[in-house]
């Protein structure tokens, strides 16, 4: 029988060290591995065998975190990398080339939307955003340039739940695989492989590291896409590779005999992933970022529980409010998207959600001068409560028009609700409220 989630939430990927008896998971701060003999270094070069080289490449301390999220979202293999954006990058340096195409949902981090827009295109990767809510505008955008498709499961700024088992089925169609940035949700929360997705990154940095003290990502392969029946599109991972002896990654990756009582899984892209694009690009995971997001990892549920029924409680209030014109959270009954949070986040719609001030721009801002228990900072899935007033930081270069199309409008403030007492977290918005 499987374990559950809290279980390997603290043991996946990780037992005690054979060596030492060390419990906790040892930060292995080295940049290199010595080789056993000269046959052994010649098979680590060739793919031939798995171990350490170099920790641009791999780390035990990373290859543990590696397992334990692969585990928790139900994928094959995972890639430890330095951040969330390295983690998208890495991704798509997989599947894209000069010429082809990205459709993504126009409710992405807005990190994203500037990598996805601006970055990625000087390597010729183009990129049309559609409206995650149109399934009619996704199917739209499918020709035949297209790589991939790309959503957040819960999609930011918060309050939108992705329909993630229709997109995987226009992905499928058009012969694509389904990427989705599951950072908003958490593997406790959604796990997108279940629904149809392909890929799941991770920016490791909020509620799975969930301290604000590490910057981190993950690739996770779902292991299910079929690289060999869409061959043409996706040369990196279907054609023989000089570096190494000629090898089809798709076939020579394709199905080993790693999973439970040696059932063979698929992990391609993950070694492509971490075999070009992470060994030629370089955004390594440091061992010490590893080591502190495993640690938060650990109490993963217990937080992401809290999280939510203090997000419910704060959502509840806000609604109550005579300063306070709308508020959207998909935990919420009434609200337009709570079908979907039942369907894909039953335990709870996440903790990060928008709501708007009837004073408009102004207000916005005396309310993040105001409180004095959140913190007022560019950031999500702390456990400290967190606050931002978009139209005056994050978007504050965009035009009205501009702001209200992002779901970043003046009126709209973002919190990201901690893991505080309810009550001291309603308190502190109703004295700053109270000021406006
Ligand atoms: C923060 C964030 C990212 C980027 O992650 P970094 O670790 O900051 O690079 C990507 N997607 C979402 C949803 C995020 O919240």
């Not at 060999?228 to 190494?244: G, H, I, M």
């Not at 075999?275 to 061992?287: K, T």
């Not at 990201?416 to 309603?426: H, L, W």
């Amino acid at each position: 029988m499987t374990q559950g989630f809290s279980t390997r939430a603290l043991h996946a990927g990780a037992a005690p060290d054979p060596v030492t008896g060390s419990r906790a998971q040892p930060i292995h701060q080295t940049t290199s591995f010595v080789f056993k003999d000269a046959d052994h270094a010649a098979k680590l070069f060739a793919l031939q065998e798995f171990g350490d080289i170099y920790t641009r490449i791999g780390n035990p301390t990373v290859s543990a975190l590696e397992a334990r999220i692969a585990d928790l979202e139900g994928g094959t293999m995972g890639l430890g990398v330095g951040s969330g954006h390295a983690a998208q990058l890495l991704a798509f340096h997989v599947l894209m080339e000069p010429g082809t195409k990205i459709v993504a949902a126009k409710q992405l981090y807005g990190g994203s939307i500037n990598q996805l827009s601006h970055a990625f295109k000087k390597f010729g990767w183009a990129v049309e955003f559609v409206d995650v809510n149109d399934l009619a505008a996704v199917e739209a955008a499918m020709d035949e340039s297209v790589r991939v498709v790309f959503t957040e499961s819960l999609a930011n700024p918060g309050g939108i739940v992705t329909d993630m088992a229709a997109i995987a089925d226009i992905a499928h169609r058009h012969g694509v695989p389904y990427m989705v940035d599951n950072t908003m949700a958490s593997p406790y929360l959604c796990q997108p492989l279940s629904h149809g997705a392909d890929i799941v990154v991770h920016s490791l940095t909020k509620f799975i590291g969930g301290h604000g003290n590490s910057i981190g990502g993950i690739i996770i392969d779902g292991g299910k896409f079929d690289w060999k029946a869409n061959a043409a599109k996706f040369p990196t991972l279907t054609t023989p590779q000089s570096y190494y002896n000629d090898l089809v990654f798709a076939e020579g990756f394709g199905a080993l005999p790693l999973g439970p009582d040696g059932a063979e899984v698929d992990i391609a892209f993950a070694i492509a992933a971490r075999a070009f694009s992470l060994r030629d690009l370089g955004p390594a995971l440091s061992p010490f970022n590893a080591f502190m997001i495993m640690t938060g990892c650990e109490t993963l549920p217990l937080r992401m529980d809290k999280h939510c029924h203090n997000a419910n409680a704060v959502a509840e209030y806000l609604s109550g409010h005579d300063a306070v014109s709308w508020v959207r959270y998909a935990g919420l009954p009434g609200d337009s998207h709570h079908a979907l949070a039942q369907k894909y986040c039953p335990k709870g719609a996440g903790a990060v959600f928008t709501f708007g001030l009837k004073g408009g721009h102004a207000a916005g801002v005396k309310l993040v001068e105001s409180v004095t228990l959140f913190s007022h900072l560019a950031n999500i899935g702390d456990t400290k409560s967190l606050i931002i007033h978009p139209s005056s930081t994050t978007h504050s270069q965009l035009t009205d028009d501009q702001k209200t199309q992002a779901g970043a409008a003046p009126d709209t403030v973002r919190v990201s609700v901690g893991i505080e007492d309810a009550a001291d977290i309603i308190a502190d918005l109703d004295q700053a409220l109270a000021s406006l």
